[in-house]
């Protein structure tokens, strides 16, 4: 399989810098997710990469060669489009068969590749029905099936799971993981669902307005945000301001203790704080009081008016919450300018250094 | 169970009354479908009427007012007109001009219609309404001035002056309809192509072009039908030596009997015909009014 490697790469549309200066390394047999809302130039990325879109500046290399010239018809890259894009005048058979036959090869070859590949995708009772005819995951399948008949050395994958409902989407997801895992195929996947990446991806790159703000595993980013931005996209976190204390953090000149503090430093910072990381259980922090308790299914979000303003907790079904908990926080992540403060990690390079 | 009051009753609609069957022939109703009958009878009669006159004349051999019905049928008109050496020579040029200005007019055009569609250049918009210009303006006023322009390339009176004149109502046919034809070809479709390995004109060939066929047989179709139709120009241009069918019944009406015209009218008629019936279910299917929609 194959090594995938941006080195600052951007593009312009529109007069708009939509990706900005990006540098990304996926390591062979990898699934790299690029999550971020939309307009943050993640499928443009995508688009870059398979060919359809030149970069107006970097490189793209794949396995250390630069293809950045190359048209997407001469890339190794087979991409899964967000609509599927599949032939509706081509049944399932020829959707698949179509790049087999471009490349000359015999006949019986083409047929048996395809049905291995449709055996892989569970597929193999359509190979005579005509894609319009299936349903959104089946069409889903094909168009993984002819993207991986190719055997290509990178597989790109556009949101593939937005136009299913929500029960097939997770179904879909671990299929996926589960042939890219079988093939080892390195592959790149595109969305905006952040449930998604973390679900599947080896490691995830957040994007933001064309930039790359943290590229790490899924817990990584989900337990050490680098940016405010990524802190609020992925999960839910409570968001204040206000300066470190001796026993937790001040905010709108109420004290609340915290267990635990990425950082200490002087003045003003952002203080992000999880909604887990909440205690509601009465540890002698200031008195909130509770405005709506959501049910979320296996566990419920308490909303509450504090003295600092709006905070939000997540408690168990089990758990019977006063009317006006006493709060504290376990972890708060300090950010200043939008970058995360962290004591632990500073320590750590200025040893190394 | 208590006694049923009677003002309650009085609310309830008068079709789920118990006793009430269907709804009663009130003198509004019963005036207001004799309306309706009376105004499709004398639409039907005005439309179907002519139509069925010109289908007796074309099988009558005498028939005078004041008789409804011919008092001698006959075909003797069907042989005049298709054995006549004029006449059925204009037949035979219709069939050789409306192919021919069919085919170039797709060469020309069907390019023009794919960057029309994929393509985003200065003008675009400007160029696809001028090709409308043509039908901005009275025909006849354009072909007068056409006229003067062969004239002096010495193109009047000649086969190719005839297939310019009537390439100037097959353009917009063919430019507009195939033009909405490609676009409606979802991009994505060709970038798969593109990405499991076809060029640009393999992409083109085996996923474009069948996609948009069938707005493109649309296209053809009322392309060859509108080069069969057109009289004017041709009139102006192609006598005396290419007379089409629809010039040559400008001479008919006026030199012959009703009945040689009838039976020329259904001549004419009958490729009409035939094509649209083909075309029916894609001008229903909207391929038709997608087509002169500016994208």
């Known amino acids: 399989m194959a090594t995938l490697e941006l080195k600052g790469i951007s593009k312009d549309l529109g007069g708009k810098r939509v990706v900005d200066d990006l540098n990304l390394h996926v390591r062979s047999g990898e699934l790299v997710c690029l999550l971020g809302a939309s307009g943050c130039g993640k499928t443009t990325t995508l688009r870059m990469i398979g060919g359809f879109t ?30 599927y894009a599949l032939w509706p005048h081509m049944t399932v058979f020829q959707n698949i068969a179509f790049g ?78 589960e042939i890219q895992r079988r093939v080892g195929i390195t592959t790149v996947f595109v969305t905006h669902d952040q449930d998604e990446a973390s679900a599947i991806a080896d490691r995830v ?106 905070i939000r907790a997540f408690a168990g079904n089990d758990v019977v919450i006063s009317p006006e908990p006493s709060i504290a926080f376990r972890r708060a992540l300090l950010y200043r300018d939008g970058h995360l403060l962290d004591d632990a990690r500073d320590r750590l390079s200025a040893n190394l250094a | 169970m208590s006694t049923i009051d009677v003002t ?87 069939f050789i001009f409306a192919p021919v200005v069919t085919v170039i007019s797709a060469i020309i055009c069907l390019p023009a219609a794919y960057a029309f569609a994929r393509y985003e250049f200065p003008g675009r918009r400007a160029f696809l ?41 097959t353009i917009v046919i063919m ?37 948009a066929l069938p707005g493109i047989l649309v296209a053809l179709i009322l392309a060859f039908l509108a080069s069969l139709d057109e009289a004017q120009g041709t009139f102006l241009v192609g006598t005396p030596n290419y007379v089409t069918m629809p010039v040559q019944m400008y001479t008919l009406v006026t030199n012959y009997p009703q009945q040689a015209a009838a039976v020329f009218s259904i001549v004419l008629s009958i490729p009409s015909f035939v094509l649209l019936l083909l075309v029916r279910r894609y001008i229903l299917g909207g391929s038709l009014a997608a087509g002169f929609r500016l994208h």
């Not at chain 1, 319009?132 to 993207?147: F, I, K």
């Not at chain 2, 079709?15 to 309706?36: D, H």
């Not at chain 2, 479709?189 to 996923?207: I, S, Y």
């Open chain 1, 100 to 177: 087999l036959q471009l490349r000359k090869l015999p006949q019986a070859e083409v047929r048996e590749r395809v049905e291995r590949i449709l055996a892989l995708v569970q597929l193999g009772d359509y190979a005579r029905a005509y894609t319009p005819q299936l349903s959104g995951g089946q069409q889903q399948r094909v168009a993984l099936a002819r993207a991986l008949v190719l055997e290509p050395k990178l597989l790109l994958l556009d949101e593939p799971l937005s136009n299913l409902d929500a029960k097939l989407r997770i179904q879909v997801r671990e299929d996926i993981r």
């Open chain 1, 54 to 83: 030149t970069p107006d500046a970097g490189s793209i290399l794949l396995d250390d060669v630069e293809i950045n010239t190359l048209p997407p018809e001469r890339r190794p890259t087979a991409m899964v489009f967000q609509q």
């Open chain 1, 205 to 310: 790159g957040v994007m933001k307005d064309g930039r790359l703000e943290q590229f790490d595993t899924p817990a990584k980013i989900y337990r050490e945000p680098a940016t405010l931005s990524v802190a609020s996209f992925v999960g839910a976190m409570n968001l204040l301001r206000g300066r470190v204390s001796e026993r937790g953090v001040i905010v709108d000149g109420v004290e609340v203790p915290c267990a635990q503090v990425s950082a200490r430093p002087e003045g003003e910072v952002d203080i992000a704080v999880r909604l887990e990381d909440v205690d509601l259980s009465g540890a002698g922090g200031p008195h909130a009081q509770v405005t709506q308790a959501v049910p979320r299914g296996h566990f419920q979000e308490i909303h509450m008016r504090a003295p600092w303003g709006e």
């Open chain 2, 8 to 94: 309650e009753q009085t609310r309830v609609p008068a079709e789920l009354r118990p006793g009430a069957a269907r709804e009663k022939w009130t003198a509004s109703r019963v005036a207001r479908l004799a309306g309706m009958t009376v105004m499709l009878l004398a639409l039907g009669i005005f439309i179907v009427g002519p139509l069925v006159t010109l289908f007796l004349y074309a099988f009558s051999g005498k028939w005078f007012f004041p008789a409804l019905l011919p008092e001698v049928w006959s075909l003797s008109w069907w042989h005049e007109i298709l054995l006549n050496g004029e006449i059925g020579h204009s037949i035979v040029l219709s």
């Open chain 2, 175 to 211: 430019t507009w309809i195939p033009t909405a034809a490609f676009a409606s070809v979802p991009r994505q479709l060709e970038d798969a192509a593109r990405d499991v390995g076809a060029g640009p004109w393999m992409t083109f060939w085996r996923v474009t072009f069948p996609l």
């Open chain 2, 129 to 169: 309404i001028s090709l409308f210009a043509t039908n901005a303006f009275p025909k006849m006023g354009l072909y007068i001035t056409m006229a003067g322009l062969l004239y002096a390339f010495g193109l009047m009176d000649t086969f190719w002056g005839v297939v310019l004149v009537q390439l100037l109502n």
